[in-house]
């Protein structure tokens, strides 16, 4: 009977000490991939033994100085277990977001060791949490009196008009969208992890395609939000301080003297251009000008760019030949648009 005691305690140590090897192999932390969402920055809890890997929840921590009066800046978002759920959340009074890192921390005993990932400015007093958090859903605690008042209908303005005022409430993106994009926040958390879990298993990943665009299993009316990567900087306008001579990409030598309206029709009459006249019409060419202001020795003085537009009248009746002087008027209102041949750099006179 001893001996089989004996055999009993030792089979138990065993066990213990496999028991906590496991857990000593699971490691808990922080996702060095966050989704930041305007004002907001959304950190994955990563979970992994080695062989598993899962994203137990997502803290949201809003930056500080965007917030105003009792505005909400931290909220827990946790892992239903399976996709389609929505995500149970829970938030702090507090604005002190140790506060509630510290709460995350103990739940999953995460390491001192990866403070510096999360996205905070506040400082770490190192003392233990002193409040637990409240159950939130899309904006508010829901034991807030406005809870119970407030319609889905109308919850999107109203809870953006609360957090400005500093109101305690937050206004976080992905529920906004949720609403106004109809694409669900649980979507949106979905997807987030998926990234993130990416983000692990591919640490020497480079591909600016693979980082930021991990987010292709959302459905497709979520494709507003997911965090591609940004488009590509415009090019460098072609001309120089004051633009282009519209129509062309001719760097203007100076302001426009009446900007936004264009080319417009010069004093001379316009010619008959016989090489555009057919047997119904009569071609004629007519000088247009755009005008700029330069500087001299005398200062600001005017002066032009010319071009050309063509345009054709009916034909005289009986064959007779085309008169010197166009019948009718161009086509269309000012501004033309200039032909191919421009050029600049002439006085309104000439």
């Not at 994203?55 to 009066?69: E, F, H, N, Y």
């Not at 400082?123 to 319609?151: C, H, M, N, Q, V």
Request: hydrophobic share 35%; aromatic share 12%; with cysteine.
């Amino acid at each position: 009977m001893a001996r089989f005691a004996h055999f009993i305690v030792c089979f138990g140590l065993v066990l213990l000490v496999q028991i906590q090897t496991l857990h000593a192999d699971t490691i808990t932390r922080p996702s060095g991939f966050p989704f930041r969402l305007e004002e907001w920055t959304l950190t994955a809890v990563i979970e992994s033994d080695g062989t598993n890997l899962d994203v137990v929840g997502v803290l949201a921590l809003r930056d500080k100085d965007s917030a105003t009066g009792d505005n909400i800046v931290s909220v827990w978002y946790e892992n239903p277990g399976a996709e389609g759920l929505e995500w149970p959340a829970l938030a702090w009074e507090s604005q002190d977001q140790w506060e509630a890192i510290r709460t995350v921390k103990g739940w999953y005993a995460i390491d001192d060791y990866w403070d510096f990932v999360w996205p905070t400015m506040d400082t770490d007093s190192g003392l233990p949490p002193a409040e637990f958090p409240k159950e939130f859903y899309k904006g508010l605690f829901i034991d807030d009196p406005l809870y119970d008042l407030i319609t889905e209908d109308e919850r999107e303005v109203i809870i953006a008009f609360l957090d400005g005022i500093g109101y305690q409430a937050a206004d976080i993106p992905i529920e906004d969208y949720g609403q106004s994009w109809f694409c669900q926040p649980e979507a949106i958390l979905w997807a987030y992890s998926g990234a993130a879990k990416f983000d692990v298993t591919h640490p020497d990943a480079l591909d600016i395609t693979l980082l930021n665009q991990p987010f292709a299993g959302v459905m497709t009316t979520c494709a507003q939000i997911a965090p591609v990567a940004p488009p590509p900087a415009p090019p460098p306008p072609p001309c120089g301080r004051w633009g282009c001579v519209p129509g062309t990409t001719i760097p203007l030598p100076g302001p426009s003297v009446n900007p936004g309206r264009g080319w417009e029709r010069g004093p001379k009459p316009a010619v008959f251009d016989p090489t555009c006249t057919t047997v119904t019409s009569c071609c004629y060419e007519e000088e247009i000008r755009y005008y700029y202001w330069d500087t001299g020795f005398w200062g600001w003085r005017m002066r032009i760019c010319k071009s050309t537009i063509s345009y054709s009248c009916p034909s005289p009746p009986a064959g007779a030949p085309c008169p010197p002087n166009p019948t009718c008027m161009p086509a269309g209102m000012p501004p033309f648009a200039p032909s191919p041949t421009v050029t600049c750099n002439e006085h309104p006179w000439e």
